[in-house]
């Protein structure tokens, strides 16, 4: 059955549309795949230059994304929303209405594991993440494409 899923990080500019766009190339395009930032002060801006560069690599294009804040409203719209790390966890949790709401928000790489913010750091950060996140993607896609 395809979802709704939704990536999330803290600017919406280097890890989320990262995953945003690795996840679109591993399922197939009736899955609905967005992503957001817990902060605000990216809105309405292209993915970092360096997330734009390592996915295009890999021949993955987010050059046409544009960062959103996330929103209470997205409980409802998506089936999951995966975060990268306790910060953004803990930030979407706050936000959650209901258990049903909460039910939903999990770390992308599984309990106590976190993709690391590469923003302050070099290109050789955004390889890493990409490749965490790739692997992620991976499982992430083989759970939803299995029929119950
Ligand atoms: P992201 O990286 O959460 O992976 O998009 C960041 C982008 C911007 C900032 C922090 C992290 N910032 O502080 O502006």
Redesign the pocket.
Known sequence: MPMNILMV????????PLAEGILRTKLTTDFYIDSA?TGG??VGQSPDVRSIETARNYNIDISHLKARKFSVSDFDTFDHIFV?DQSNYKDVLQLAPDGIAKSKVSLILGPSKEVP?P?YGGQDGFEKVYHLLNQACEEIAKKLKVIP
């Open positions: 990080c803290l600017g919406n500019i280097c890890r989320s930032g002060w990216h990268m913010d923003y």
